[in-house]
């Protein structure tokens, strides 16, 4: 029953709205008092009840919002008398998905980072507020306000058959075409993210001609729906006529009808008219690149962009085709790429300015089409690339807009081109800032092309001092420049940056890479809002273990919102190997917080889409929430935030087992492999932003020697992304057995010693063991072993018998799997594997041996941190906590098992077992554990202690040196050369100030500091667990 005029909620509208004005202005105490006082009136009335729930979530009373809202949903189910309207509904459901919202917050450590409790509880608060509408329509059909709030409900769970239901229901009522679109819609989505067959779309196009044989259309919104619905059944005749129609005036603006027209045409066939559609286009809009694209692959008959582009689908962009006109005759080919290029000539002559790109790019794309099809030629592409320069080689954009084109010739002519740009260096602009972009093209081409790789040492050196003072000469050009404006030519340093870098590798002179993050640091003095500047020095300071400083920058990145999603890759996989476990907890919290937030909001925008009848974004909003819910950073991070808790936790066996506990409720592995393996993983992003030492996040070079001459990182680029999906899904899934398998190996201990087991009168489940055996097998096969196969690996390894390199690159996981196995052993007693005097249980001196020579020997091996390439700090930090971390709460299990109660051990008379041979493996695990732990703080004490003045000194040497003039340092010295010379009149005082104030060695003290706190905090983490171990020695 609608609400009566003057009314709300069946109560006077003048004694609601002083409590919404309270709301309004946060005035919640105030508006507490005039709930209460309206609730003394109308004690009987849900909507009441509903704005009171409402105060108190907005007051942050979860608990009693709640209360109070199942309150007035049981007053709406049992009395027929009160009211029922859409404004006590929708309030109410308001605040089910805002407690929500809160629960999120409050428990999110908590619940979340068990893997999707929220989205259960998120499930059952929607479902209440979803049966309180379905109870309503229930109880008034034909409620046409209640039954859009049921559909708004059924659009935030995502059920699109019945969206679909109720959607169709309305438009019987009514007949209106809006609730007509919002079925076809749900239609749509059943098909394109749901398990609709395509036959579905034959029932939405039959009820939209329907519709329209009464009715017709009014909304331009309703036409592209009717079109996207014919198009995905291949119908694009249909379409055409459709769009040809009288329902074609729908669209006002003539471009965008002429584009689909276009786009039509070219799926049905008719190229040729097509390409005459296109050509109409680029007349209106002659700076649309995509469009000539398309107009020329019509022109050649190329129909691999539309069998390749996904119907329907604006999130997932479709990628770099091959074209293939192979078809036409050498005849044919070529008169229609002379029309093409006639029909390109006509624009640039009717462009008449600088600024459209789309024409000029148009000669380009014909000479690369001929190259592509075996009938270019090298030497006019180069002209044509050599006349793009001269008009727009000053751009910033140039460089890239020529990479692809640049691909199709053979290396010679690329370093021909080359050589041309140079020699025309003379004719260059004489306008500053043209004559500067056009000099940074000809760095970024040289980069480009792999040339930056062929050069010797010498020439790659000379080009970073030349981008250096190409810097320093042109800084004067942003002297009135305000500070968040981009000033001319800060790419150099970036460039320059990029060079020492590479420098470093070829040479392993750490003075280099210390000179590179010197002129970062001085760049973002002078302007701090250079995000390539930071997102360089993250990755800098991480490859130099200074993670501290690497988050301080990323930070400063304010990265917010979705760019969690596409950025937190610069930052994440470092801080997960790193010791500094309350920033990386801050890093997961935030990033997570996000997804979930959105994932649960996103279909608010869905319904706001269907509300404003823009039904495309209707598509594209779900399809975009779909995208983020398979995101492979997204499940990684939902692996690694519970074993962050299980570290932070190792140290105590009863909170960890609480922890554990709710892990154990979870879905199990098959189930949550499954839900990895059906489905595929989408990566979003940003890779363009990583620097070319790092391309992707489990790939750096500067930890492999340098290849030669003949290798450039930019080939191999796409070839390693290809194979990333796999590598992400392996990590995931072996990441995912991890944190079941310390609760088993727990259980697994704590049942080992029989007599204590008999005395406490416990039952060893023999399925746990089982189980064990099952994820152990499962995590070999990940490894790359059966699991006896694997077995004999780590054994050999440990004998000699196999060198250690077998582990490859995963001596983390195959410790992980020895400490697991061991576990097992423990509670199976299948290996049977002893030592020579068949006292001491063999799996507990494998694990102990293992731990011990891959620790201690990664210990003395590591110099000072300050002057190691490639630190294995990681390495380290991730034994220490994550085998050795295990293996101790193994043992405190065994411990504990080993000390039974007082009282049970009176009655039941349990034996001692302090002399058992599994005692005595304890024992010595306890002592072997406490001398790894102490080797490893001797030495980060040591590096901590060593003088801060010195350690600086060790940087500044490395770099500063005047004496000389190769090597490290010559980059630096034209910055200095600029410090010592400043002029506030040249530069400006800004700029001159910030110069004035720079100093290298608070830089170099900066480091110094962050490699001591990153150390620090890993020498407390060891301190607590030799702590635990000296504990554990005086309990067995």
Partial sequence: MASKFGMAGGIPERRVRPIWDAIDSRQFKNALKLSASLLSKYPNSPYALALKALILERMGKSDEALSVCLSAKELLYTNDSVLMDELTLSTLQIVFQRLDHCQCIFTFLFLFLIFGHLIILFALLVDLATSCYEYACGKFLNNLEIMMGLFNCY????????????????????????????????????????????????????????????????????????????????????????????????????????????????????????????????????????????????????????????????????????????????????????????????????????????????????????????????????????????????????????????RVLPFGKKEEFLEKLIKSCDSLSAVPTKLLGQSISLFKIEELIGNMFKIPVVELENSAIRMAQMYCKNLPLSKDLDQQESMHGEELLSMACNVLVQLFWRTRQLGYLLEAIMIL???????????????????????????????????????????????????????????????????????????????????????????????????????????????????????????????????????????????????????????????SLTFNEDMQSRPWWTPIPDKNYLLEPFEGVSFCPRENLQQQRKGREANVRTAIEKRSLVPRMIYLSIQCASASLKENIEANGSMYDPKISSELRFLLERYAKILGFPFNDAIQVVVGVLSGQKSSEAFNSDTVDWLNFAVFLNAWNLG???????????????????????????????????????????????????????????????????????????????????????????????????????????????????????????????????????????????????LQALISSTSDTELGDRISQTLKSWSHVDVARKLVTGQRKVMSEFLQICDSKFKLLQSLKQQI
């Avoid at 030629?377 to 793009?388: A, P, S």
């Avoid at 596409?566 to 890093?587: E, G, K, R």
């Avoid at 493996?921 to 040591?942: G, P």
């Fill in 828 to 974: 199976s007693h299948e290996l049977g594997l002893s030592d020579e005097d068949g006292c001491r249980p063999g799996t507990w001196h494998i694990v102990n041996s293992l731990l011990e020579r891959y620790i201690v020997e990664k210990v003395r091996s590591m110099g000072p941190l300050i002057s190691s390439l490639g630190c294995d700090l990681p390495t380290l930090v991730q034994l220490v906590t994550e085998p050795l971390a295990w293996h101790g709460l193994i043992i405190q299990s065994c411990v504990r098992s080993a000390l039974p109660s007082g009282k049970r051990k009176k009655k039941s008379g349990s034996v001692d077992q302090s002399n058992s041979p599994v005692s005595n493996a304890i024992r010595d695990s306890i002592q072997s554990l406490c001398s790894i732990v102490e080797e490893v703080t001797k030495w980060l004490r040591v590096q901590i202690k060593k003088s801060e003045d010195e350690n600086v000194e060790i940087i500044l040497s490395s770099f500063h040196r005047k004496e000389q003039t190769v090597g490290p340092g010559q980059v630096f010295q034209v």
């Fill in 155 to 406: 659009v935030r769970e995502y059920s699109f058959v019945k969206q679909q239901q109720t959607a169709i229901k309305m438009y019987k009522i009514v007949g209106e075409e809006r609730f007509l679109l919002w079925a076809v819609c749900s239609i749509q989505l059943q098909v394109l993210c749901g398990n609709g067959g395509e036959k579905l779309l034959l029932l939405a196009e039959g009820l939209l001609k329907k519709h329209i044989a009464s009715h017709s259309l009014h909304e331009p919104e309703a036409l592209i729906v009717y079109i996207s619905v014919l198009e995905q059944q291949a119908k694009y005749g249909d379409a055409l006529e459709v769009l040809s129609g009288k329902l074609g005036s729908l669209l006002v603006i003539e471009v965008d009808r002429l584009r689909i027209q276009g786009r039509l045409l070219a799926r049905a066939g008719d190229y040729a008219t097509a390409a005459n559609i296109y050509q109409k286009v680029l007349e209106s809009c002659p700076d649309d690149w995509e469009c000539f694209q398309h107009y020329l692959d019509c022109l050649l008959e190329d129909g691999s962009y539309w069998c390749n582009e996904p119907l329907n689908d604006s999130v997932h962009p479709p990628k770099d085709v091959e074209r293939n006109s192979s078809h036409l005759t050498d005849e044919v080919f070529i008169s229609r790429l002379s029309n093409a290029s006639a029909f390109a000539q006509k624009l640039q002559a009717e462009a008449g300015n600088d600024f459209i790109r789309c024409p000029y790019l148009a000669n380009l794309e014909i000479e690369r089409r001929k190259q592509l099809q075996g009938k270019g030629d090298d030497d006019k592409l180069i002209e044509v690339l050599m006349q793009y320069f001269f008009r727009f080689g000053h751009l910033a954009c140039f460089a890239s807009d020529i990479e692809g084109f640049l």
């Fill in 521 to 679: 640091e001085l760049g973002l003095t002078i302007r701090r809002h250079v995000w390539q500047y930071k997102i360089l020095l993250v990755h800098l300071y991480s490859y130099l273990g200074a993670y501290s400083l690497s988050y301080e920058w990323y930070k400063s990145l304010e990265v917010k919102n979705i760019l969690l999603e596409s950025v937190s890759h610069h930052i994440l996989p470092q801080m997960l190997v790193s010791p500094l476990w309350v920033d990386l907890n801050d890093v997961l919290k935030d990033y997570l917080k996000f997804m979930d937030d959105h994932l649960k909001e996103s279909a608010d925008l869905t319904s706001l889409a269907y509300r404003h009848r823009n039904y495309s974004k209707v598509i594209e909003f779900v399809q975009f929430k779909e995208r983020l819910q398979h995101s492979n950073q997204y499940l990684m991070a939902r692996l690694e935030a519970p074993i962050l808790q299980l570290k932070l936790n190792a140290n105590n066996i009863e909170e960890e087992e609480c922890i554990l506990e709710s892990l154990k409720s979870r879905v199990h592995f098959p189930e949550f492999s499954s839900e990895i393996g059906g489905k």
